[in-house]
């Protein structure tokens, strides 16, 4: 059986001045680790992964990573020309076999994944297409069903005129009639060629195509706060399904990583936090929730810090506060550094980009973004 995991070749900027989007540890193992590792479990046994948008780093991102071995075929899109020529790619190494799809920058549960795989497998459908439900369908594509089928996908309706809270969840089941499809597009008015677009004209001519209701937890993290959803996400995951036992990470009471063998005396921890390799904390700091400090961090004493992800070589002075927020490498915080308020539902703290410097006693308004 063969396998695709596969980006959508957009770009989120400035955020891709940290990490491309499907490498960011989120719960300290990112997105594409997470999914290769479920893929392992599932018994996959050939894995194809098309990269463009800073394609060498997440080739040498995956290439470096303690997801077990798995067969790996990277193909370069070297024009960024949508998600349906992006699939196209795959026409020869797929041949006449069905196939998964997963857009490397979506979160799905490890159940929701292998249901997707069973109900493929089943031979009841041609294709089968994952829905989540959502509360802002208007900036998704919605589908409209009818038992089960799908029978059509409306792009980013005008707000209160989508059909439904369904949205496609960026996780498929094609056999391989979907090239025919998509061979014959003609690009949209954002000229690209739409994978959405090839999955509706299967529908149109008859092809049984079917609809698979997610139950789990769901994100597109194509924005920072959803990022920050997504992180929480996997961390809820990598515990329930006992993930870190195949990348053989140390784990303690909600603790993962190999820095959590340190000793942290007078620190407050609550998990789940990842702690990497040579991360200092100071004395009367607090750490947690869903945080990541990922690796050669320096925590000054009575610092606070929850729902954020620290990536590489950054000094966080005394007493800072750091919440709902992205920090990048080589980043300098300064003493008592915070927020002006607290994020609402849906608004993250700060993103920073590298090297960025944050002087004392700065007041940082909730989204704010330093590339």
């Known amino acids: 059986m063969s396998l695709l995991a596969a980006g959508k070749g957009k770009r989120l900027r400035p955020l891709t001045y940290l990490y491309p989007k499907p490498t960011i540890p989120l719960a300290g193992i990112s997105l594409l680790e997470y999914y290769l590792l479920l893929?392992?479990?599932?018994?996959?046994?050939?894995?194809?992964?098309?990269?463009?948008?800073?394609?060498?780093?997440?080739?040498?991102?995956?290439?470096?990573?303690?997801?077990?071995?798995?067969?790996?075929d990277f193909i370069n899109q070297s024009e960024q020309?949508?998600?349906?020529?992006?699939?196209?790619?795959?026409?020869?190494?797929?041949?006449?076999?069905?196939?998964?799809?997963?857009?490397?920058?979506v979160f799905i549960r490890a159940e929701d994944l292998k249901r997707l795989l069973q109900t493929g497998l089943s031979s009841e459908f041609d294709h089968v297409v994952a829905v989540a439900r959502v509360d802002e369908p208007w900036?998704?594509?919605?589908?409209?069903?009818?038992?089960?089928?799908?029978?059509?996908?409306?792009?980013?309706?005008?707000?209160?005129?989508?059909?439904?809270?369904?949205?496609?969840?960026?996780?498929?089941?094609?056999?391989?009639?979907?090239?025919?499809?998509?061979?014959?597009?003609?690009?949209?008015?954002r000229g690209e060629y739409e994978l959405t677009d090839a999955i509706q004209e299967a529908a149109r001519r008859g092809e049984r195509v079917g609809v698979l209701d997610l139950r789990g937890g769901w994100t597109d993290a194509g924005t920072f706060s959803n990022l920050l959803e997504a992180s929480q996400l996997l961390f809820q995951e990598l515990a329930s399904e006992k993930l870190y036992l195949d990348l053989k990470l140390p784990y303690r009471e909600g603790m993962f990583g190999p820095g959590?063998?340190?000793?942290?005396?007078?620190?407050?921890?609550?998990?789940?936090?990842?702690?990497?390799?040579?991360v200092k904390i100071g004395r009367g700091s607090i750490i947690g929730p869903y945080t990541v400090l990922y690796r050669d961090i320096v925590i000054e004493e009575g610092s606070r810090i929850?729902?954020?992800?620290?990536?590489?070589?950054?000094?966080?002075?005394?007493?800072?506060?750091?919440?709902?927020?992205?920090?990048?490498?080589?980043?300098?915080?300064?003493?008592?550094?915070?927020?002006?308020?607290?994020?609402?539902?849906?608004?993250?703290?700060?993103?920073?980009?590298?090297?960025?410097?944050?002087?004392?006693?700065?007041?940082?308004?909730?989204?704010?973004?330093w590339a």
């Open 260 to 278: 959590i063998r340190e000793l942290y005396p007078e620190v407050s921890m609550e998990g789940p936090v990842f702690i990497g390799e040579n």
């Open 39 to 72: 893929l392992s479990r599932l018994g996959v046994d050939e894995i194809k992964i098309v990269v463009g948008h800073l394609s060498n780093k997440i080739v040498r991102h995956v290439k470096s990573s303690k997801v077990p071995s798995l067969r790996l």
């Open 139 to 189: 900036k998704f594509g919605v589908v409209l069903e009818e038992s089960g089928l799908l029978k059509g996908i409306i792009e980013k309706p005008p707000k209160g005129t989508e059909p439904s809270n369904k949205v496609i969840a960026g996780a498929f089941y094609f056999n391989s009639s979907i090239f025919s499809y998509i061979e014959e597009l003609s690009k949209s008015p």
């Open 306 to 369: 929850s729902n954020s992800i620290i990536l590489r070589e950054v000094s966080v002075k005394r007493g800072s506060i750091i919440e709902g927020s992205i920090i990048g490498d080589r980043c300098y915080i300064g003493k008592e550094v915070r927020l002006k308020r607290k994020p609402k539902k849906g608004e993250f703290g700060m993103v920073l980009g590298k090297a960025v410097h944050i002087d004392d006693f700065t007041e940082v308004s909730p989204g704010t973004v």
């Open 81 to 105: 020309l949508g998600t349906g020529h992006a699939v196209s790619l795959l026409r020869e190494s797929v041949g006449e076999e069905s196939f998964l799809l997963i857009y490397s920058d």
